[in-house]
């Protein structure tokens, strides 16, 4: 890639999980009672019942330092219990809550570590979730970040056969000296076990989430990754870059010295390479630092343009309500966002209080909405068109000359109103989402909200 756009674009700037990012949420705080009108006008709108689960787990029994989550370190198990009857408060309070009876399509397991909870609490979650002791995996897509040292054949036997057919392996990178920078200990062969096991017992898609940009991370320790992953041959793979935060994840990202971290010039350099071999495997670019198989659901998606993104990253289900559960979860019904507290004490105390536990969200405005919709066919395809029934005409022809350096670099294509980025500009995504954000327009410094976009 030329170096020189590369220090040109390499600021801070969103990921794009949401429009409007988190930062710029105007609704501070929201009550519930704004977030179950949002959730009334989106059944108003799309007549559905079906949604999406997002389930915050937060609990890690150590502190790997690459980490941005909302987490508990503890190695107290004793927190299991308590959190899992919470959660099932809070699910029964949307259920009287909500202006219909909600049908689950999807339901993912983050964290924190999922794999930190015994496999017979999550099955008694499931079941008090569905009221059943399983659900048929072609109407429901479960999934479940696994941690390698802690998931056990009793974790994969029991929530394939509730219905899981997905999980998410964190690997981030198989150096000894990076692994012990980041604070997460654990050689291939442990990864090697759970992956072999899984696909024994027939999980259909098994993903690896690895991360370019660590502290003391070499081109030869991507490399060597890559190598050792594709032995184990993954459905899916997600190339994250690690986003340095510190001012904003606190200590938990300064267990390094800043000069251990790959500059941006190294640091793109990791990643084409690793993308390079894993094309060069067989394995195709999904959206942005994603690749699949041909074969798997992911693949087929943005194939056929109907790749979704929202908090749980990209995802083949669009189902227009995404309700999070547990403490610090944000919820999406397309019309708001809301998200909860983010301390374990709060949103306890909130949900056995009876209150739906968000403290902060965002109603989006008809603009919000539009700007929203351009955004996610970026994201997702690389392209968007603007509509033409537009009341907002005149802020079309503002993005676009918000886009001419880009399109003098040839990292986008104007054609009328259709926006493209080339295949040059796909490393760039994020920088062509920045010139349709409104609440970038102001030039506000975005130094300390984000991490760099490259």
Known sequence: MDIELIRKYNIPGPRYTSYPTVPFWKNEPLTATDWIGSLQKNYDVF???DISLYIHLPFCESLCTFCGCHKRITKNHSVEEPYIETLIKEWKLYLTALPYSPTIKEIHFGGGTPTFFEADSLIHLLKNLFQTKAVN??????????????????????LYNFGFRRLSLGVQDYNPTVQKAIHRIQPFSTVKKVHDEAKSIGYSSISHDLVFGLPKQQLADIIHTVE????LQPDRISLYSYAHV??????GQRGYDESDLPQSEQKRELYETAKSMLEDDGYLEVGMDHFAKAHDDLALAFNRKKLHRNFMGYTTKSTHTMIGLGMSSISDSWFGFAQNDKSVEGYTQQVNEGKIPVFK?????DLDLEIRTYILDLMCHFETRFNQDSIYKDEHEIIKSRLSEMLKDQLVEIHGNTIKVSEKGIPFVRNCCMAFDQNLATGISTDRMFSQTI
Do not use: C, M, Q, Y
């Not at 995996?137 to 029991?158: G, Q, W």
């Not at 969200?361 to 405005?365: F, I, P, Q, R, Y």
């Open 361 to 365: 969200g965002h109603l989006l405005s």
């Open 137 to 158: 995996p072609a109407d429901v897509e479960l999934s479940f970040e696994a941690h390698p040292n802690n998931t056990t054949s009793e974790h994969l036997i029991k």
């Open 228 to 231: 050792r992953t594709l032995e």
């Open 47 to 49: 007549k559905s019942p």
């Open 246 to 251: 510190p001012w904003i994840k606190g200590n």
